[in-house]
């Protein structure tokens, strides 16, 4: 039962372009979710945060979408980066204890 | 800053044989998280403790997995009588539990453990 879905293994986007990631979840009881960016031999690294309160949250390039009603969120990086390349995780949690992950998206951004 | 630190950073054994592994979190935090992680697909939840106690276990967490944080500081996982299906990433997180439950965990770098 996979409860957080990435649907795209891979995503290629030009340099200076933006990049949009997604994630779908099914678990209406999720009140938190994150993004974490994985580079090879690394653990992730947190990105960025949204409660369920909150349709939208923003951190330098970086921006994350909530839509509850579609159980779907969504990250958006612009302008994107060569250093941007790396696997993109979404993660869930209920009550911030355990977090639920997709299966991640490998994002390439080409000069 | 000192992340999370985890120790050994990849563990090669023989089948049978027991493993253990060290995590030591951010220091300011009282929640400490277990994943595992495997080729292809995204950390999968072990275990959580806040503080010295054990919240949580996934069912993932079969009897020959344990984990203790015995002073609420640090935290090892151990395995015993590994099995080629063990071999894995394990990853560590920890978190501040404030009243607003929503903190991120932060990552360690993981230990990667190979079952010959």
């Known amino acids: 039962d996979q409860q957080v879905k990435q649907n795209s293994p891979s995503l290629s986007v030009q340099e200076g372009r933006i990049s949009i990631l997604n994630c779908d979840y099914t678990?209406?009881?999720?009140?938190?979710f994150l993004w974490y960016k994985k580079y090879p031999a690394e653990g992730p690294t947190f990105l960025i945060s949204?409660?369920?309160?909150?349709d939208k949250n923003e951190d330098g390039r970086f921006t994350v979408f909530l839509n509850k009603s579609a159980k779907h969120l969504s990250l958006h990086i612009v302008p994107s980066q060569p250093g941007d390349s790396a696997v993109y995780f979404c993660?869930?949690?209920?009550?911030?204890?355990?977090?639920?992950f997709g299966e991640g998206t490998q994002l390439t951004v080409n000069p | 800053d000192t992340g999370v630190s985890q120790n050994p950073r990849h563990k090669i054994t023989k089948r049978g044989q027991n493993v253990t592994f060290r995590c030591d979190p951010i220091?300011?935090?009282?929640?400490l998280y277990w994943y595992r992680q495997t080729l292809g697909q995204g950390p999968e939840f072990l275990t959580y403790f806040q503080n010295e106690a054990q919240l949580e276990k996934s069912r993932l967490l079969s009897d020959r997995f344990s984990a203790e944080r015995p002073k609420g500081s640090f935290s090892t996982l151990e395995i015993q009588r590994t099995e080629q299906g063990d071999s894995a990433m394990y990853l560590c997180?920890?978190?501040?539990?404030?009243?607003?439950?929503?903190?991120?965990?932060?990552f360690g770098d993981g230990t990667r453990l190979s079952i010959l």
């Open positions: 220091s300011e935090h009282n929640r």
């Open positions: 678990n209406s009881m999720f009140d938190y």
């Open positions: 993660a869930a949690s209920d009550r911030g204890s355990r977090l639920t």
């Open positions: 949204i409660s369920s309160i909150k």
């Open positions: 997180a920890s978190s501040r539990a404030t009243g607003d439950s929503n903190q991120p965990q932060h």
